[in-house]
């Protein structure tokens, strides 16, 4: 019923551009606090980037800061990730998530979101 949809992974040389986005249904996505992680291989999943409902503040890990861009449309129910300046260590699988937080604010853990979605890879050449 519920369904987060990635979009947009790929192969890109280091340097270069992509945009991840993510398609929600089933669920009342502004209620929603929506996050990105990813996952390289034999690494735990890690925070990315999560932006609150209405898309009044956003959240980056340390390591993409200034890099990428989160941004959400409630109107479409969509969430996107722009990474600009992308190098090999963003190589990962990328989760699109979706946190209700009804009793808490929105958080960089893993474990408080709801929803997820399949995952998109995308792989940084050098």
């Given at each position: 019923q ?6 947009g992974?790929?192969?890109v ?22 996050g990105w992680?990813?996952?390289?291989p034999?690494?735990e999943?890690e925070f990315v980037?999560?932006i609150?409902?209405r898309g009044?503040s956003?959240f980056y890990?340390?390591?993409?800061k ?6 959400r449309?409630?109107a479409?129910?969509?969430v996107?990730?722009?990474m600009?300046?992308?190098?090999p260590e ?5 989760y ?6 009804l ?7 893993s ?5 997820w979605?399949?995952g998109?890879?995308v792989?940084v050449?050098?």
């Amino acid at each position: 019923q519920e369904s987060l949809v990635e979009s947009g992974g790929g192969v890109v040389q280091a340097g270069g551009s992509l945009r991840l986005s993510c398609a929600a249904s089933g669920l009342i996505f502004s209620n929603y606090v929506m996050g990105w992680f990813r996952q390289a291989p034999g690494k735990e999943r890690e925070f990315v980037a999560r932006i609150t409902q209405r898309g009044w503040s956003t959240f980056y890990a340390e390591s993409v800061k200034g890099r990428f861009t989160i941004s959400r449309d409630n109107a479409k129910n969509t969430v996107s990730l722009q990474m600009n300046n992308l190098n090999p260590e963003d190589t990962a699988v990328y989760y699109c998530a979706a946190d209700r937080a009804l009793t808490n604010p929105s958080s960089d853990k893993s474990s408080e979101y709801d929803y997820w979605g399949q995952g998109t890879q995308v792989t940084v050449s050098s």
